[in-house]
């Protein structure tokens, strides 16, 4: 009987071996295949339309942001990374990200991601003091400890708060309500913020936390120039495709 | 009684049997996947090949892979179904040479980056996702690659395609349906047109 069974089946493994390999092969396929074998796909790909109310401004805004990203970001990174050595510019960027560990262990913590909390931990204790102030980050290097980037937007996002408006920031690229609103409690657990902390911030007044956000821009730009070219090269329409991707990664965010 | 053992265990077998069959399809196609990006890096670290030459040959060596054909239909969205069989054709075509452009440009920015398979999803039996990440000296990018599986199969494609690609959550179909949407509100499929040339 197993025998059978087990015949049997290869049997119809060939059988159907065969059905699949015609000897012709039609290259031109009907156009009328939309509700036939492209109909599964379309259900995949039916997108659901974000909230757009501010599609006008957002239009503009994202026109500026990609004209002074142009002319007057990338000029300067370019010089920067001219003049300091990439060695020192990663350092900078682990340096800031070392500062930002509040927020990603708080979030971490807020969605029940005790060991992302406890990775998170580890690694400011070891890059803060082994890693010189987080300016080294001998925790990944030599402890296999990795960063689990997490936001209070992502924090809402978990518990099902929806996105909202799409809304494009000065400067700063695509955002939504959720992830604007969450900009003030992140504010509120990060050492750079200029605002009075009965502990030590970076940044004292609200120039000097410019200054400090805008190096820390530059020096994260300069170190991966071709990264918004890259992007913008397969653009029809540099603001409905940014918005998408935008939306769509901190879906996937969220998700994780 | 011994019977009734007998045809659960032959069930048994049967179930197993078709798994296996199932797991033989995705590790070959695995396999297949492996082989390109192998084939791929060999053309990459080739110096004596000029630029254009080994973008071509990438090119070439992808292009059985990928669905092009379908892709272009599916970014269209319902649109697709307005156009006439010459606006069609022509848009598939410069769907594929705007999608042979981009690849080529993002092999340029290629640096010893290395392809790991993370895990396979078999949700439907014509569709296999291959979720890799992209090693750098820096960070992890998680790609994943949407095969399905043609009912014909043609004789210069192989046997599963690839239909869309998922960089870090963003479907490269799902962004070109968005913006094509948005573009088709105000403007014409021949203006669509014109832009993509532009591209490539």
Redesign the interface.
């Known amino acids: ?2 025998l ?3 015949f049997l ?1 290869t049997l119809s ?1 060939c059988s159907t071996n065969t059905i ?3 000897k012709e ?3 031109n ?1 009907d ?1 009328d295949d ?1 509700n036939g ?2 109909e ?3 259900d995949e ?1 039916e ?1 659901e339309e ?1 909230y757009d109310p501010f599609s006008g401004y957002n239009r503009a805004m994202t026109t500026f942001n990609d004209k002074a990203y142009e002319y007057v970001i990338k000029p300067v990174a370019k010089g920067y990374k001219y003049v300091i050595h990439e060695e020192v510019r990663e350092s900078v960027r682990n340096f800031f990200n070392n500062l930002y560990f509040p927020i990603r262990a708080t979030n971490n913590l807020l969605q029940g991601k005790f060991y992302n909390t406890y990775e998170e931990t580890g690694r400011f204790i070891i890059n803060t003091t082994v890693g010189i102030l987080g300016f080294f980050d001998p925790a990944k290097v030599h402890f296999n400890l990795e960063a689990h980037e997490e936001d209070f937007g992502q924090t809402l996002g978990f518990y099902g708060v929806g996105s909202g408006p799409h809304i494009v920031l000065p400067l700063l690229g695509p955002s939504n309500l959720r992830d604007l609103l969450s900009m003030y409690p992140d504010a509120l657990l990060s050492p750079i913020d200029y605002t009075e902390r009965s502990y030590w911030t970076l940044t004292d007044t609200w120039s000097e936390y410019l200054g400090a956000r805008t190096f820390e821009e530059v020096n994260y730009i300069s170190l991966d120039m ?1 990264k918004y070219d ?1 992007i913008k ?5 540099l ?3 940014l ?3 935008y939306e ?2 901190r ?3 969220i ?1 994780e | 009684m011994i019977s009734f053992y007998k045809k659960i265990l032959a069930l048994c077998v049967a179930v197993l049997f078709a798994q296996s069959l199932v797991a033989d399809e995705q590790i070959d196609l695995k396999n297949r996947f492996l082989e390109k990006i192998k084939e791929v890096t060999l053309i990459v670290e080739n110096k004596e090949l000029s630029k254009d030459e080994r973008n071509r040959n990438i090119v070439k060596s992808l292009t059985p892979m990928f669905d092009f054909e379908l892709m272009a239909k599916l970014s269209l969205g319902t649109a697709w179904r307005e156009l006439s069989q010459e606006n069609a054709d022509k848009f598939v075509e410069l769907y594929v040479e705007r999608m042979k452009h981009s690849y080529s440009a993002k092999i340029d920015a290629y640096e010893d980056e290395k392809v790991e398979v993370k895990s396979i999803d078999q949700p439907q039996p014509n569709r296999i996702a291959l979720v890799t990440d992209l090693v750098s000296k820096e960070e992890k990018l998680e790609i994943v690659y949407k095969y399905h599986k043609p009912k014909t199969k043609a004789a210069d494609k192989d046997e599963w395609l690839i239909y869309d690609v998922e960089i870090i959550g963003v479907s490269i179909l799902k962004t070109d349906r968005a913006q094509f949407k948005e573009f088709l509100r105000t403007k014409s499929i021949v203006d669509l047109m014109d832009a993509l040339a532009k591209q490539s």
């Not at chain 1, 090269?233 to 329409?237: G, R």
């Open positions: 009987m197993i059978m069974f087990t089946f493994g699949e390999q015609p092969v039609t290259l396929q156009r939309f074998e492209l599964g796909f379309f790909f997108v974000i071709e890259e090269q397969d653009a029809i329409d603001y409905p495709y918005r998408d991707i769509q990664y879906k996937k965010q998700e």
